[in-house]
């Protein structure tokens, strides 16, 4: 089965820094890489997410980079702000893989000191 | 609307008891997941329903039995639960499971508290 691998697992950056955050993945087949945000007391929330067809993809102040050579992608949160605090899990998906399984990350603590 | 909701949202219950937690969504997905959540650990699935049928059951114990009753809705009936299922239950909504790749939407999550 597909094992995803998370780092760090503790991030602390100062407001207005950058934060990336770095995934690897093992199974070549997967084509579908989300991001989840969890604050605390909450249910993880959806904040962005890639496809294999596509190498980069932005939305405001978050990015996201593929590169399926290596198998590995990174979320890059520009501007960091005390309300970027949160866990951040990485996950991986197969298409045609069973059931639309999403394989976690171990998830990276982030904290933004204002 | 990205929402699905689960009630309640904190939940205390002895070993003996029968409760149940409740999920809903009005996307018109027809795939939903229930996962469990440890502190400081990823979600780990537990079932899987795909057009309200169960799909994925990943060797979980008896004691949680699923219910997709309509493809809106999906409960999950607890019994003679265990201190150690004590967890953030949460459900979780995709267009399409069928065909991978869809994005999936999680609720706020049941608190569990196993007494």
């Known amino acids: 089965g597909e094992n995803v691998e998370q780092h760090p697992s503790t991030l602390s950056v100062q407001e207005g820094d950058s934060a990336v955050i770095k995934c690897t993945y093992s199974?070549?087949?997967?084509?579908?890489f989300p991001w989840y945000k969890q604050e605390l007391g909450k249910g993880p929330q959806l904040i962005i997410d890639?496809?294999?067809?596509?190498g980069e993809k932005k939305d405001q102040r978050i990015a996201v980079t593929l590169n399926k050579t290596a198998k590995h992608f990174s979320l890059h949160i520009t501007e960091t702000q005390p309300e970027d605090s949160a866990v951040y899990f990485c996950?991986?998906?197969?298409?045609?893989?069973?059931?639309?399984?999403?394989?976690f990350g171990r998830g990276t603590q982030l904290t933004v000191w204002p | 609307d990205t929402e699905v909701t689960q009630t309640p949202k904190h939940l205390v219950m002895g070993m003996t008891n029968k409760k149940s937690l409740k999920c809903e969504q009005h996307?018109?997905?027809?795939?939903m997941y229930w996962y469990k959540q440890k502190a400081k650990k990823p979600p780990e699935l537990m079932f899987v329903y795909s057009y309200e049928k169960l799909s994925i059951n990943e060797s979980v114990p008896s004691r949680f039995s699923p219910e997709c009753p309509n493809s809106s809705l999906l409960n999950l009936h607890l019994h003679a639960l265990q201190p150690e299922d004590s967890a953030l239950y949460l459900c979780?909504?995709?267009?399409?499971?069928?065909?991978?790749?869809?994005?999936?939407?999680f609720g706020p999550g049941t608190r569990l508290t196993v007494l």
């Open positions: 979780a909504s995709s267009q399409d499971g069928l065909a991978g790749g869809n994005e999936q939407f």
């Open positions: 890639i496809r294999s067809n596509v």
């Open positions: 996950a991986a998906m197969a298409r045609g893989s069973t059931l639309g399984r999403l394989y």
């Open positions: 996307m018109g997905h027809r795939a």
């Open positions: 199974d070549s087949a997967s084509n579908y």
